[in-house]
Each structure stands twice: as C-alpha cells, then as structure tokens.
C-alpha cells in the first residue's frame, strides 16, 4: 500500500513563499502520478498540479499557473509544491494524491492514495 504524508504548510503573508513536501511510501505503480489538491472551506476540493513520477509531464490549474511549481526527487521519493506570490484566496489544506497511470487527471475521485492534508494559511 502506498502512504503519503504532507509536510511543509503553515502561516504566510501574502506574496510569500512556501514549499510542501509530500513523502510517498509503500509499494508504488508501474506508472504513477502524483498531485495536489486543496480546500478551503465551504468549498470543493480543487486540483492545483499534477506530475507523472519520473516522468516530464506536468499539469497546473489555471490559478496558480506561473506561481507555484511542482517537482519530484526520485532519490527522496518525494514531490513537491513550490509556491510562489502566495494571494490569501490560496488558502487551504493542501492534499498530496496519487494514482495508476501516468494521466494527468483534474478530479479527485481519479485518485487512489490521500495524504492528512497539511494547513496553509495566507494573510492579508
């Protein structure tokens, strides 16, 4: 089975900065893809970017496109989400996802493995 566990959120001033980390464990996939997912409250949990696990491609939502970057460290096996020019609308809990395949989808249901979740919160 395959664990996840975010790290890396917390409390920011908007147009800052911060990484999260989503260490995976476990027995992966032949083809694996990776993603981000987050939530604010009172809102549908929305996809942010996805990656394809040694692979090249990947996907961002169009809200974040140009601030945040996702990468991966095979050695680590761990993804990350770099995120830039933080705005207070990006506040959420942020969930690391994983699925079969190297599809790139946007919804969540397409995603077999959740992390916890980890806070990021952006202040005005």
């Known amino acids: 089975q395959v664990q996840l566990v975010e790290s890396g959120g917390g409390l920011v001033q908007a147009g800052g900065s911060l990484r999260l980390s989503c260490a995976a464990s476990?027995?992966?996939?032949?083809?694996?893809?990776m993603a981000w997912f987050r939530q604010a409250p009172g809102k549908e949990r929305e996809f942010v970017s996805a990656?394809?696990?040694?692979?090249?491609?990947?996907n961002y939502a169009d809200s974040v496109k140009g601030r945040f970057t996702i990468s991966e460290d095979n050695a680590k096996n761990t993804v990350y989400l770099q995120m830039n020019s933080l705005k207070p609308e990006d506040t959420a809990v942020y969930y690391c996802?994983?699925?079969?395949?190297?599809?790139?989808?946007?919804?969540?249901?397409?995603?077999?493995?959740w992390g916890q979740g980890t806070q990021v919160t952006v202040s005005s």
């Open positions: 476990g027995r992966t996939f032949s083809r694996y893809a």
């Open positions: 990656i394809t696990w040694g692979g090249s491609m990947t």
């Open positions: 996802a994983a699925k079969k395949g190297y599809g790139l989808g946007f919804s969540a249901s397409l995603y077999d493995y």
